[in-house]
């Protein structure tokens, strides 16, 4: 049903303003105008969302602003911002892009999946909040010629996934993401890498500063030693009286473990996507890079699914969760992460 009037007979005594938002889990308005945005600031209840607004009690409410970008980066605007935040108001957005007026800067509203990130963040436990995440995610690309490459399976869901659960557990979120067709999570610094080397030089630039990295990503063992700087030919090969192709292949770097060896390093979580032998296999890669938690998975379960069966290994011993989606799954482990996360490690930055 829709309302209009702060007096609607349709509710007991009448009192629309009141108790319609009574049991509501948040009330999000979007867009959020300039003007809106002062009246709320300053109390005013003189329609019905704005007295609806006055007469929330504890229910959370989130605003999307939606204005010219001169109206949102004039000073009294930006003052009743300020003191909508400091009352405990949830500000979404806004993004930066062209607008109804035809001018492009920031005050466009931001995107309906977007809202959605931000609704559900603004109603989940704050257990990072304060902490500085960098995550990697998806997989490595290693280049045989400029048109082809070396790689694998992984899709980047379950690091997007950790990535946006972070994020709306209150922390700040810096995603590496090697080749992945994934939106970006709202509210996260997102850093596009292709090779491994390239990943690992953003990693260890975005860790100084952090308290938790988490190496999500598939990264490719090795690379090719001398990559052809021309599409190698098939007939050229056959040209020289032979039809394979054999490639030398070298190491990449090890992230997790030049990241955990870090003097005052971020606390670190890894990941091992085996295909038999998980516990073993898991835990022996716990020891060998140094790390206090490690996540396994069967790869042939979870690369490239929507849903995902994790085991937390740490000096415990294993701890199975249950199948779960890949966004239920992240929530647990980033709860288990908190929950384990030292008191020196917060707040390193």
């Known amino acids: 049903p829709v309302f209009v009037d702060p007096f609607d007979a349709r509710i007991p005594d009448s009192m629309a303003h009141i108790h319609l938002t009574r049991g509501a889990a948040a009330i999000i ?35 999307a602003p939606a204005m010219n970008r001169e109206m949102w980066l004039n000073p009294p605007t930006q003052r009743n911002i300020r003191q909508l935040k400091e009352d405990g108001v949830t500000i979404l957005g806004p993004a930066s892009g062209s607008q109804a007026c035809g001018e492009t800067g920031d005050g466009r509203m931001i ?11 603004g109603l989940q436990p704050k257990v990072l909040a304060g902490i500085r995440v960098v995550i990697t995610a998806g997989p490595t690309v290693e280049a045989i010629d400029p048109v082809r490459i070396l790689t694998n399976r992984s899709s980047g869901k379950t690091g997007f996934a950790l990535a946006r659960a972070a994020c709306q557990a209150g922390a ?23 090779s491994a080397a390239q990943m690992r030089a953003a990693a260890m630039a975005a860790v100084a500063g952090a308290d938790v990295f988490i190496a999500v990503a598939a990264v490719a063992d090795w690379h090719v030693l001398h990559p ?35 003097p005052n390093g971020p606390w670190c979580v890894g990941f091992a996507a085996e295909t038999e032998k998980l516990e073993a296999h898991a835990q022996a890669k716990r020891a060998r890079k140094g790390v206090d938690l490690m996540i396994g998975n069967l790869a042939q379960q979870s690369m490239g699914a929507d849903d995902t069966q994790l085991v937390l290994f740490d000096d415990t011993g294993a701890q199975p969760l249950p199948r779960l989606s890949k966004t239920e799954a992240a929530r647990c482990l980033i709860d288990a992460i908190a929950a384990r996360l030292p008191r020196n490690a917060r707040g390193r930055g």
């Open 111 to 121: 995107e309906p999946l977007e809202l959605l990130d931000g609704l559900i963040g």
């Open 29 to 63: 308005v979007a867009p959020a105008s300039t003007n809106f945005i002062a009246r709320l600031a300053h109390g005013l209840a003189d329609d019905l969302l704005a007295a609806l607004c006055a007469a929330r009690g504890p229910c959370p409410l989130l605003l």
């Open 228 to 262: 052809s700087g021309q599409k190698l030919k098939k007939h050229d090969l056959a040209n020289r009286g032979t039809a394979t192709l054999d490639l030398r292949l070298a190491p990449n770097p090890d992230i997790l473990t030049e990241v955990a060896a870090l």
């Open 172 to 194: 700040s979120v810096v995603l590496i993401a090697g080749p992945a067709t994934l939106p970006t999570p709202y509210g996260v610094q997102r850093i596009d890498v292709e």
